[in-house]
């Protein structure tokens, strides 16, 4: 039986990792997010995991009162949510946790030996080579949640070491916004931007994706996870989100990943790997979906996928820079400080300052991630 420690166990890949355990009988070891008492309080007392951590302290305080009539051991603060990810005994620590908060406990993890499934990908944006590095001293392996790097990972498998790999291809759906001009950006709003066309996920991935910069995120991850340089991972509009993602060998040779979309199949890929079994995803019958489609991005419009893949090329501590200072504008935006069109001038503006150097410890991730922040605020004059 699989044994699970579960990051970010309330939001959305956290909620529905939980789907697959139930649908599979996976035992969950421990449950980490960061203040939602009533929703962890309900899964503390479904799944009965020995660690439960939430990062606010006073959600965990609560949460404390609530289940003191079980053994369940309650952390606080974000060294809780570490011991749930290296301490509890899982064999696999899934990380669904949002943002480079996810970092430091991704690092514990892979330190303590524990197989990693990765969701989080701003952990591998802020801190790719210091993940990649220990992962490798640690002998642990990190495997892809995300669907288009589990396509990938899943077109890879059998390839002879990637040594005949020419190309990646991501396949972007293109938002709610695909098409529009940039004029016509500039009156989104909220709302609008929160009406992802297929997929149904937490608030800051949805705008990313409205922007694009999920996209250029993903393209930094999968620099990592598969060890490919920026200039041969390209990026390709397909609107249904059927074709997760594919690969191209030196021959030309495209192979590709196909599905409906549905995290819950690459969340227990990556926890079954390598081994295949039923799952909740629907079978795919090609003849009701009829057309897929593809389109060249428009970089210009959506210049944040320029501003991830001019990051990655320039490396050190840009790429934690452009993620920190997006999480900052993202949330603007959703609080309704900022325009839509404000985010990208934000993340070039406050990049600027980012420290320049080629080796980076975790302390100057950390440091990067506070002065971003602050300069996307003055900048931006909220
Ligand atoms: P979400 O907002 O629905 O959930 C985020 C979870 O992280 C919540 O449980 C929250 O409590 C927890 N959290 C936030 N800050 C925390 C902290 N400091 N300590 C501990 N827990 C904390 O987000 P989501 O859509 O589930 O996305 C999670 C991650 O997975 C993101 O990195 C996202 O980019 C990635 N991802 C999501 C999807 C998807 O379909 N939702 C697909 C691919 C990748
Ligand atoms: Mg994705």
Same mark, same amino acid.
């Given at each position: 039986?699989?044994?699970?420690?579960?990051?970010?166990?309330?939001?959305?890949?956290?909620?529905?990792?939980?789907?697959?355990?139930?649908?599979?009988?996976?035992?969950?070891?421990?449950?980490?997010?960061?203040?939602?008492?009533?929703?962890?309080?309900?899964?503390?007392?479904?799944?009965?995991?020995?660690? *439960?951590?939430?990062?606010?302290?006073?959600?965990?305080? &609560?949460?404390?009162?609530?289940?003191? /009539?079980?053994?369940?051991?309650?952390?606080?603060?974000?060294?809780?949510? !570490?011991?749930?990810? *290296?301490?509890?005994?899982?064999?696999?620590?899934?990380?669904?946790?949002?943002?480079?908060?996810? =970092?430091?406990?991704?690092? /514990?993890? $892979?330190?303590?030996?524990? +197989?990693?499934?990765?969701?989080?990908?701003?952990?591998?944006?802020?801190?790719?080579? #210091?993940?990649?590095?220990?992962?490798?001293?640690?002998? $642990?392996?990190?495997?892809?949640?995300?669907?288009?790097?589990?396509?990938?990972?899943?077109? =890879?498998?059998?390839?002879?070491?990637?040594?005949?790999?020419?190309?990646?291809?991501?396949?972007?759906?293109?938002?709610?916004?695909?098409?529009?001009?940039?004029?016509?950006?500039?009156?989104?709003? #909220?709302?609008?931007?929160?009406?992802?066309?297929?997929?149904?996920?937490?608030?800051?991935?949805?705008?990313?994706?409205? +922007?694009?910069?999920?996209?250029?995120?993903? #393209?930094?991850?999968?620099?990592?996870?598969? /060890?490919?340089?920026?200039?041969?991972?390209?990026?390709? $509009?397909?609107?249904? !989100?059927?074709?997760?993602?594919?690969?191209?060998?030196?021959?030309?040779?495209?192979?590709?990943?196909?599905?409906?979309?549905?995290? @819950?199949?690459?969340?227990?890929?990556?926890?079954?790997?390598?081994?295949?079994?039923?799952?909740?995803? @629907?079978?795919?019958?090609?003849?009701?979906?009829?057309?897929?489609?593809?389109?060249?991005?428009?970089?210009?419009?959506?210049?944040?996928? &320029?501003?991830?893949?001019?990051?990655?090329?320039?490396?050190?501590?840009?790429? *934690?820079? %452009?993620?920190?200072?997006?999480?900052?504008?993202?949330?603007?935006? @959703?609080?309704?400080?900022?325009?839509?069109? /404000?985010?990208?001038?934000?993340?070039?503006?406050?990049?600027?300052?980012?420290?320049?150097?080629?080796?980076? +410890?975790?302390?100057?991730? #950390?440091? +990067? &991630?506070?002065?971003? @922040?602050?300069?996307?605020?003055?900048?931006?004059? %909220?």
């Amino acid at each position: 039986m699989k044994r699970i420690n579960l990051l970010g166990s309330t939001g959305s890949i956290g909620e529905q990792t939980l789907d697959v355990a139930r649908a599979r009988g996976y035992r969950i070891e421990s449950l980490a997010a960061f203040s939602n008492v009533d929703l962890i309080e309900r899964q503390i007392r479904e799944f009965k995991p020995e660690y *439960a951590a939430l990062a606010d302290e006073k959600a965990a305080a &609560d949460l404390k009162a609530r289940v003191a /009539d079980l053994p369940v051991k309650v952390l606080s603060g974000l060294e809780g949510v !570490s011991v749930c990810g *290296a301490e509890a005994k899982g064999d696999i620590t899934l990380n669904s946790v949002v943002g480079m908060a996810g =970092l430091k406990p991704t690092l /514990d993890a $892979v330190n303590a030996g524990k +197989t990693i499934a990765l969701a989080n990908k701003e952990t591998l944006v802020a801190g790719g080579k #210091l993940v990649t590095d220990l992962a490798e001293k640690k002998k $642990v392996k990190i495997l892809p949640v995300d669907s288009e790097h589990s396509a990938i990972f899943q077109c =890879l498998l059998g390839a002879p070491e990637n040594k005949a790999l020419k190309r990646i291809i991501l396949t972007a759906s293109g938002g709610p916004f695909f098409g529009k001009t940039k004029e016509e950006l500039k009156k989104v709003t #909220l709302a609008d931007a929160l009406k992802h066309p297929n997929w149904s996920m937490g608030q800051k991935i949805t705008i990313d994706s409205a +922007t694009m910069f999920n996209k250029g995120l993903e #393209l930094i991850e999968a620099v990592w996870l598969f /060890d490919m340089a920026p200039e041969n991972i390209d990026i390709v $509009v397909h609107r249904e !989100s059927i074709i997760h993602s594919l690969v191209e060998y030196t021959d030309n040779s495209v192979i590709a990943q196909l599905g409906h979309p549905d995290m @819950r199949l690459p969340i227990q890929f990556a926890i079954t790997y390598p081994e295949r079994f039923e799952s909740p995803e @629907r079978q795919l019958d090609l003849w009701e979906i009829g057309t897929l489609t593809f389109y060249k991005p428009d970089y210009e419009t959506f210049p944040c996928m &320029d501003i991830c893949r001019n990051a990655i090329a320039k490396g050190g501590l840009l790429p *934690a820079a %452009v993620n920190c200072a997006n999480e900052e504008a993202n949330l603007l935006f @959703r609080q309704g400080k900022i325009s839509f069109c /404000d985010i990208p001038e934000l993340i070039n503006a406050a990049s600027a300052y980012a420290k320049d150097c080629e080796n980076y +410890t975790l302390q100057e991730v #950390l440091e +990067t &991630d506070v002065l971003m @922040r602050e300069k996307v605020r003055e900048i931006a004059s %909220v």
